[in-house]
Each structure stands twice: as structure tokens, then as C-alpha cells.
């Protein structure tokens, strides 16, 4: 399960309506539960440098170090990624499957517009698994 506050909700709700006909993306920071959940504490934007935005995420190498030293100086621990997929679908794309890297990490995709949508799958390192996406008190 993916475990999201509202104003985390909300931060990546907010980046995707941002980036408008483009992909957004980012990291998710926060602690790793016992039982599986991926408790996100932050978000964390990040540019979207593919050469194709508008169908395809990649956040720059350098970028990524940077936000995850950051991530572990706070005391916390990348639980997953997320990016939008503007027109669509709400699923994994077959690119997302073929970049995805981190086995056991959470994968949100958000579809922002006039009824968002935030779902969010763990990669296994051969496909996407569907996880519960549970929003919390703050």
C-alpha cells in the first residue's frame, strides 16, 4: 500500500495540473513499514528532461542523487517515484515497464484534470503489481 497525507496528495495532484499537456514526475520520501506500506513523508519535484515529454518521464541522473542525499539527510528513505500521464490511461505504460529500476518500490501515476485520479503500482523487477493507495490524516 502506498500511504499519502493529503498535502502530499494534493503536491502531486497540483504538479501534474502544472505541467499541463506535459509528463510531471518526482520522489517519493518516507519510511518503509513492516507491513509492506511505503508511508510517504515528502515529495519531492523533479524536472521531467525527456527528449518526448508529453509521453515519457526521466528525471536528470545528477538531479535524482541530489534529491535522494537530500532525502536520507532528512532522515527519511525513497519509498517510490511518481509522474502523470496527462491524456492518459491511468496504468503503467509499456515504457514505464521497460524503465522502471527499483524492485520493490512504489510507482504512482497520476492523471490530473477535472477528475484526478492517483494510482500507484510496486514494481516486482519483471512487472507492475496494483497496490491500495490510502490517504491519511496530517
Request: aromatic content about 8%; proline content about 7%; overall charge negative.
Amino acid at each position: 500500500m502506498l500511504s499519502l497525507s493529503r498535502s502530499g496528495y494534493d503536491e502531486i495532484l497540483s504538479h501534474a495540473d502544472a505541467g499541463g499537456e506535459e509528463e510531471v514526475c518526482g520522489v517519493l520520501a518516507g519510511e518503509r513499514c513492516e507491513d509492506g506500506t511505503a508511508r510517504v513523508g515528502a515529495v519531492h519535484r523533479a524536472e521531467n528532461v525527456a527528449e518526448q515529454p508529453r509521453t515519457r518521464y526521466r528525471i536528470d541522473p545528477t538531479e535524482q542523487l541530489a534529491i535522494i542525499e537530500r532525502i536520507e539527510k532528512s532522515g527519511r528513505e525513497v519509498v517510490g517515484f511518481y509522474h502523470s500521464h496527462p491524456t492518459g490511461p491511468a496504468v503503467p505504460s509499456e515504457t514505464d515497464a521497460e524503465r522502471a529500476a527499483w524492485p520493490g518500490y512504489s510507482y504512482a501515476i497520476c492523471v490530473p484534470g477535472e477528475r484526478p485520479y492517483l494510482g500507484s503500482w510496486r514494481w516486482t523487477g519483471e512487472r507492475f503489481e496494483r497496490e491500495a493507495v490510502a490517504l491519511r490524516p496530517e
